[in-house]
Every structure is written in structure tokens, then in C-alpha cells.
């Protein structure tokens, strides 16, 4: 829009250059007075549309994230009252998996409502990721096809599920808490009815009207004063093409934003928004949220130390730094004897079960009972033939004292080398990884 005005611009100056004409001044005067109320009158217009244009975008992508946390908020009240059940696990467990694949289908069916885009058959265009939906009934996905109301329909659907459930047992936590799941889904629902209103409601077509016929005019008027107060064609092209293309730029930015649920590049990624609700739903049933974790210490201790003035205060960094060094210090310090052993006049033994032990490391190891710290009496079967390694019988605790070091060896287990007495032991372990981190949880010795 704002090429020709310039191209027009550069022929007038042309035109006046090789023909030349002659202008009254009192009439020029008065134009130049007209052009420059227009070109005010016009930014007003402009401006006003376009901070209204934002307020919209703006409002409407702060009402979408609401939605999405009260969807979010209802599920993790919803999930954390089935703890409170003492009905089989198997039941709540159920519940919880179609809860949340009901609120992953609700979120992808408000995003389309709200995206407006029509397919080939003039439906909302419903591409949005669903959580794991060949695990779903069939006639979810039938009965919904030709339904006008697919959101209101599947939000009947979740609230009959917790009724149901409460019937069940599953939902039995006190009705003054309950209470709040359904707030959260009633919030959600309305926050999607007060978003609908931008994707629903155009700008007056007046005031736009209004708009492009002045945005015309001003177009076609700058290349005719730039020509009359400039004598250099760069002068003319300059400022005819920045003064259009700033007011045009300004109009259609402002109608992009408008409506912030379409699918151009300008409105909101409402696909991301609903992938990013579903891996939340999904965390929400990971062992991880599940349990709850506890305190380190005592509650006297913990009470004691948070009431003391040199209370630790360092942040989440910090304390992943201090425990990935704490870590790294205990895997690779070699150790002659355990802390446990310096302490006493006799060996201690104390159980190796979950000890980060690596390589090619010296380690002081202990197997005996945890309660005494003692050496046990008696032999305790504590594997079978599989975990204590390749051709070697079940294996009793053994125990052992002394700096160990520890290397692979080919019989199904590790070879261990007693610096100690002299001579080579082997004994065999089952282990797991915890962040490429060997954790010792049976301890076997082949003597």
C-alpha cells in the first residue's frame, strides 16, 4: 500500500520537473493546512484502533490461560482427593485415567471453538493433540461427530464422572472440599464463554470502514504535498513511503490482533498451549506427584533449625549444586574405612543397600544388621541364583571389613580385590541406575 503512493509521488515530481506548473500560494497554504488535520485526525483513528486491538489480544490470551489453569487446577484437586479413599486401588486408578483423558478431550474441543478455523465441511477443524485417545470409548468420538455442542456435551461427561465416582467411594473427602472441583470446572467454562466474545465479536465495520476510506485519501494527498514541498526525488520517495507504510502497517497490525484464536503467525500457538496440558495431566499421574516427599530430619530437629538466626537459606540452585558436588565427592574419594568404623574400636558393619559405588574405586564395605551395627550371627539367604551371578549358588550375607576396590570381571559380576588380607574374593551385586549412578542393592561375596 505504500509503493504506489511513492511511485506517484516520483511522477508528479517528474511531471513538474519537465512541464512544470504554477501553484496559487494562498491555495497551498490552505492545503497544506487540510493535509496536516487530516494526517492528525487520521493517527488519532489509527491509534485508538490499534491500543483497542491490543486490549483485545491481550485480554483474550489472559482469559485462555485462566481456562487452562482452572482445567489444570480442578484435575490436581480432583486426583489428590482419591488419596483420601480407602477403596480398592484398582477403582481409583480407573478414575484417574479417564478423568484426565476427559479434560485433555474438553481443552482440545474449547481451543477449536475458540480457533474458529472451518475445515472442508464447514466444522471447527478439531487437529488438537488428545491424550492417548485410542484408549477411549468409540462412542465418544460418535457421538460427539455431529454434535453442535461437543464442549458443553464433554463437560456434562466429567461432572457425571465424579458424581459417579462419589457413589463409588473413589471421591469420599468431605463435600466442603469437593465443592472446589467443581468451582474450578464452572471457572473454566466461564473463562471459555468470555474469550468466545473476541472470536465471536468483529470490530464495529463503521469505524473500519471509516478508517480505510480516510487512510485512502491520505494516501493519495502525501505524494502530492511531499512533491510540492520537496525538490529531490529521494526526499519524495523517503517521505511518501514512510509516512503510508507506517499508517497501513499500524491498520493491519491492528487487525491481526484483533481476534488472538485464528491461525495466522500473530495469534496464540493454541496448539502448544494444548500439547503443554496434556504432558501436565500426564505428570500429574506419575509416581513422582503421587507420593509425598519428607523431611530429612526430625520435626524437633527441623523446628529447632528453622527458629535459629543462621538458618540456611539457599535457593534451588544452590542446593543442586551442593548436592550434585556431595554426590561427585562421595563417588570418586577413595575411603580406607567408613565413618562408622573410625568411630568404634571394633569393625562396624552396616548394610551396603543403596551405596553409590563405582569402579575402580577404593571403598570401605560393611554387610551386617542396621539395628546394631553388628556382625550378624546367622547367614541370611538375601538372593537367588540369578542375582548372585553366573553359576554361583544362592548366597547368604557375608561379611566383609577393610578398603575394597572394585573391577569388572567376566563371571557375572565384579571382582573384588581385598587390600586388606590379600588374596581375590568375588562377589556379585544387582544394581539399577539413578542418573548413570550405580546403586548397590544386594552385596554378595564368593569366597
Given amino acids: 500500500m505504500a509503493v504506489v503512493p511513492t511511485l506517484f509521488g516520483v511522477l508528479l515530481h517528474t511531471v513538474n520537473e519537465h512541464f512544470g506548473w504554477e501553484h496559487d500560494s494562498g491555495v497551498f497554504e490552505m492545503t497544506d493546512t487540510m493535509y496536516g488535520s487530516l494526517t492528525s485526525f487520521v493517527g488519532i483513528l489509527i491509534v485508538f484502533r490499534m491500543s483497542q486491538a491490543f486490549s483485545r489480544f491481550w485480554e483474550g490470551s489472559t482469559l485462555v490461560h485462566h481456562l487452562v489453569a482452572d482445567w489444570y487446577d480442578a484435575s490436581s484437586t480432583v486426583i489428590a482427593f482419591c488419596r483420601y479413599s480407602s477403596v480398592d486401588d484398582d477403582l481409583k486408578r480407573t478414575f484417574q485415567q479417564q478423568f484426565v483423558r476427559y479434560m485433555s478431550l474438553l481443552n482440545a474441543l474449547i481451543l ?81 464463554r468470555d474469550a468466545l466474545k473476541y472470536a465471536d465479536t468483529p470490530y464495529p465495520f463503521a469505524y473500519l470502514a471509516c478508517t480505510q476510506v480516510l487512510l485512502c485519501v491520505h494516501s493519495a494527498m502525501t505524494p502530492i504535498m511531499t512533491s510540492i514541498w520537496l ?58 506427584t503421587q507420593s509425598t516427599p519428607c523431611l530429612s530430619l526430625s520435626s524437633e530437629l527441623a523446628e529447632a533449625r528453622l527458629m535459629e538466626d543462621s538458618r540456611s537459606s539457599n ?23 567408613c565413618d562408622a568404623c573410625v568411630d568404634l ?23 551386617a544388621d542396621e539395628d546394631t551395627h553388628t556382625k550378624p550371627e546367622s547367614p541370611v539367604d538375601r538372593g537367588s541364583r540369578e542375582s548372585c551371578g553366573a553359576g554361583v549358588d544362592p548366597c547368604p550375607a557375608v561379611v566383609a571389613k ?30 539399577h541406575r539413578e542418573d548413570s549412578i550405580p546403586i548397590m542393592e544386594d552385596i554378595y561375596f564368593r569366597v
Fill in 402 to 431: 577393610g578398603p575394597l576396590k572394585l573391577t569388572r570381571d567376566d563371571r557375572g559380576g565384579k571382582d573384588r580385590s581385598d587390600d586388606v588380607t590379600g588374596g581375590a574374593r568375588y562377589f556379585f551385586i544387582r544394581e
Fill in 315 to 337: 535457593s534451588f540452585t544452590k542446593m543442586l549444586t551442593k548436592l550434585k558436588h556431595a554426590a561427585s565427592d562421595q563417588r570418586r574419594k577413595p575411603q580406607s574405612e
Fill in 345 to 367: 574400636e571394633e569393625p562396624s558393619y552396616i548394610t551396603v543397600e543403596d551405596i553409590a559405588m563405582d569402579l575402580d574405586q577404593v571403598h570401605c564395605v560393611c554387610v
Fill in 231 to 288: 525538490n529531490s526525488y529521494a526526499g519524495i520517495t523517503v517521505f511518501t513511503f514512510v509516512t503510508t507504510f507506517l499508517f497501513w502497517n499500524l491498520h493491519f497490525t491492528a487487525g491481526e490482533l484483533e481476534n488472538p484464536f485464528g491461525i495466522d503467525a500473530t495469534d496464540l500457538d493454541l496448539q502448544s498451549m494444548q500439547h503443554s496440558m496434556n504432558e501436565s495431566l500426564v505428570r500429574l499421574l506419575t509416581p513422582k
Fill in 112 to 192: 477449536a471453538d475458540l480457533e474458529g478455523h472451518p475445515d472442508e465441511n464447514g466444522a471447527n477443524a478439531l487437529n488438537f493433540e488428545l491424550l492417548d485417545p485410542d484408549s477411549m470409548s468409540d462412542r465418544v468420538f460418535i457421538e460427539l461427530q455431529c454434535d453442535e455442542g461437543r464442549s458443553e456435551t464433554v463437560f456434562q461427561w466429567i461432572q457425571n464422572l465424579v458424581v459417579d465416582n462419589i457413589k463409588t467411594g473413589v471421591l469420599n473427602i468431605p463435600p466442603p472440599l469437593l465443592t472446589r472441583t467443581f468451582q474450578e470446572l464452572g471457572k473454566g467454562m466461564l473463562h471459555h
